[in-house]
Antibody, heavy 118, light 107 residues
Framework: EVQLVQSGAEVKKPGESLKISCKGS????????IGWVRQMPGKGLEWMGI????????RYSPSFQGQVTISADKSISTAYLQWSSLKASDTAMYYC???????????WGQGTLVTVSS | AIQLTQSPSSLSASVGDRVTITCRAS??????LAWYQQKPGKAPKLLIY???SLESGVPSRFSGSGSGTDFTLTISSLQPEDFATYYC?????????FGPGTKVDIK
């Protein structure tokens, strides 16, 4: 069974750094792109970027380029999303999702809620 | 970057109604379009891929059509569990975009 399990909710202060994770199982982790999607409170879905764990090829949405870093450790089948300096506007639910061969997102993690507040 | 618009942004419907949601791309994307359903507090769920292919396990009352710039998601007979927000998503040149969503609620 394909599963993506994300790390737990985080509460951080502005200016702090953060790295959240997404562990894949039940499939060949290195053979599928993993994407990250932001959903701000009460708002829609925003694609942030995507990584191919097989070779760490990474693409970013222009809206998120330079704002976050996406990485992966294929030895432990885990993808990451990180911030070096959080802002209150980063408060959101963050989902990881596997991109299928048709480049839709066929499996999703349960989401990680990030709250940034002073 | 390719932009997606959806219409309507929200609609009210009754159980048994036929519902159609439209997604328009700012430039042609062939059939590289997917549809998702999201319920409050839950992750999105893939319904349709490649514009018209039904994801495994998704009820056949859901269907998708279109190519190029204009796409539709149709629910042939709305069921109580279908009240949710629906998003389209496109893929082009390793860039993805989601539409703004259409909320379907109970009339």
């Amino acid at each position: 069974e394909v599963q993506l399990v994300q790390s737990g909710a985080e509460v951080k202060k502005p200016g702090e750094s953060l790295k959240i994770s997404c562990k894949g199982s039940g499939y060949s982790f290195t053979s599928y792109w993993i994407g990250w999607v932001r959903q701000m409170p009460g708002k829609g879905l925003e694609w942030m970027g995507i990584i191919y764990p097989g070779d760490s090829d990474t693409r970013y949405s222009p809206s998120f380029q330079g704002q976050v870093t996406i990485s992966a450790d294929k030895s432990i089948s885990t993808a990451y999303l990180q911030w070096s300096s959080l802002k209150a506007s980063d408060t959101a639910m963050y989902y990881c999702a596997r991109a299928s061969g048709s480049y839709d997102f066929d499996y999703w993690g349960q989401g990680t809620l990030v709250t940034v507040s002073s | 970057a390719i932009q997606l618009t959806q219409s309507p942004s929200s609609l009210s419907a009754s159980v048994g109604d036929r519902v159609t949601i439209t997604c328009r791309a700012s430039q042609g994307i062939s059939s590289a379009l997917a549809w998702y359903q999201q319920k409050p507090g839950k992750a999105p769920k893939l319904l349709i891929y490649d514009a018209s292919s039904l994801e495994s396990g998704v009820p056949s009352r859901f269907s998708g059509s279109g190519s190029g710039t204009d796409f539709t998601l149709t629910i042939s007979s709305l069921q109580p569990e279908d009240f949710a927000t629906y998003y389209c998503q496109q893929f082009n040149n390793y860039l993805f975009t989601f539409g703004p969503g259409t909320k379907v609620d109970i009339k």
